[in-house]
């Protein structure tokens, strides 16, 4: 039975990648750093990532033959703020590589990286070859951590890869996200409980995903042959209005008559159009996203109207 560590399990993408391998076989080992749920079967532990010495016996203790390094602080506001989240990421990923270099050399490691390391790119659609050129704090993060990994990777030709992860939901999503402050707003009118949902740039265009069909991708990553770093998205972009037009539509609803674009809610940097080449993780992985735009939209509405008819 091969076994995983997983940082940030209780995360989005941490929970539905627990539930694919344990429906596998493995034996899943989980990282928190607070207590909360996490699917049956998980091994939970509390634990810091960035202390790079429980960490390290952490991973001395669960010898684990893959590690799934999946945590991220993802909100930030202000330079201080905005620092704070790129040296967290850099010093959480060097954590994650030290503990593996010492004491699992032998074992896998996938990192969870994401689409703003391209932030301002005029390259469509991007690949992971790419030139890095972020336009977030979150980006900047994500693209330091990246370089991390692929110093390592070309130093000790470790098994070592990222996943360029485009924007991807599901019902479990944080409600700060754009998808679910969609699904969120559509099941509040339903009920009465809104008038209307007010949002930023209406038409900002995004890649967006199903986030059971991303977690996979990891999964195919651990298990190839060969490391490498790969896009992973739909190929395909959807705008922000088309997002709530689909959303507002599951709850027979027009989107115009309920949706307002805020200036002040309009990001002040805004990533570039970014969408991923779908073809490298096609061919050498065999995985193409499952679930179309409007079925991931449907699901999450579907899951907010009933969470809010629970209520």
């Given at each position: 039975?091969?076994?995983?560590?997983?940082?940030?399990?209780?995360?989005?993408?941490?929970?539905?990648?627990?539930?694919?391998?344990?429906?596998?076989?493995?034996?899943?080992?989980?990282?928190?750093?607070?207590?909360?749920?996490?699917?049956?079967?998980?091994?939970?532990?509390?634990?810091?990532?960035?202390?790079?010495?429980?960490?390290?016996?952490?991973?001395?203790?669960?010898?684990?033959?893959?590690i799934f390094h999946l945590?991220?602080?993802?909100?930030?506001?202000?330079?201080d703020a905005a620092a704070a989240v790129v040296e967290a990421q850099r010093t959480a990923m060097a954590s994650v590589l030290t503990a593996w270099r010492t004491h699992a050399p032998a074992s896998r490691v996938v990192v969870a990286s994401s689409s703003e390391?391209?932030?301002?790119?005029?390259?469509?659609?991007?690949?992971?070859?790419?030139?890095?050129?972020?336009?977030?704090?979150?980006?900047?993060?994500?693209?330091?951590?990246?370089?991390?990994?692929?110093?390592?990777r070309a130093e000790t030709g470790g098994h070592l890869s990222a996943?360029?992860?485009?924007?991807?939901?599901?019902e479990r999503r944080d409600p700060r996200f754009l998808?679910?402050?969609?699904?969120?707003?559509?099941?509040?009118?339903?009920?009465?409980?809104?008038?209307?949902?007010?949002?930023?740039?209406?038409?900002?265009m995004r890649d967006w995903g199903y986030a059971p069909d991303h977690v996979d991708a990891l999964?195919?990553?651990?298990?190839?042959?060969?490391?490498?770093?790969?896009?992973?998205?739909?190929?395909?972009?959807?705008?922000?209005?088309?997002?709530?037009?689909?959303?507002?539509?599951v709850a027979g609803l027009a989107a115009r008559d309920y949706v307002r674009s805020d200036p002040h809610l309009v990001r002040a940097v805004d990533p570039a159009t970014l969408v991923a080449n779908v073809e490298p993780a096609a061919r050498e992985l065999g995985w193409r996203a499952t679930t179309t735009f409007p079925e991931m939209v449907g699901r999450l509405v579907r899951a907010d109207l009933a969470r809010m008819e629970g209520a």
């Open positions: 039975m091969p076994t995983a560590l997983i940082t940030g399990v209780t995360g989005q993408d941490g929970w539905y990648l627990a539930l694919q391998l344990i429906g596998e076989g493995w034996q899943v080992h989980g990282v928190a750093r607070r207590a909360r749920e996490v699917p049956p079967g998980t091994v939970l532990h509390m634990a810091d990532v960035a202390n790079a010495t429980s960490f390290a016996e952490l991973v001395a203790q669960v010898a684990p033959d893959v945590a991220a602080d993802s909100w930030a506001g202000g330079a390391v391209f932030g301002r790119t005029t390259t469509s659609p991007q690949d992971a070859s790419t030139p890095l050129d972020p336009a977030t704090p979150y980006g900047h993060g994500k693209a330091v951590a990246l370089e991390l990994l692929r110093r390592k996943a360029i992860l485009y924007n991807h939901e599901s998808g679910r402050k969609v699904s969120l707003g559509v099941a509040a009118i339903v009920a009465g409980r809104a008038a209307e949902l007010h949002l930023g740039n209406l038409d900002a999964v195919r990553m651990a298990n190839a042959a060969t490391p490498g770093d790969y896009v992973i998205g739909t190929g395909l972009t959807h705008s922000v209005l088309e997002f709530c037009e689909h959303a507002f539509a």
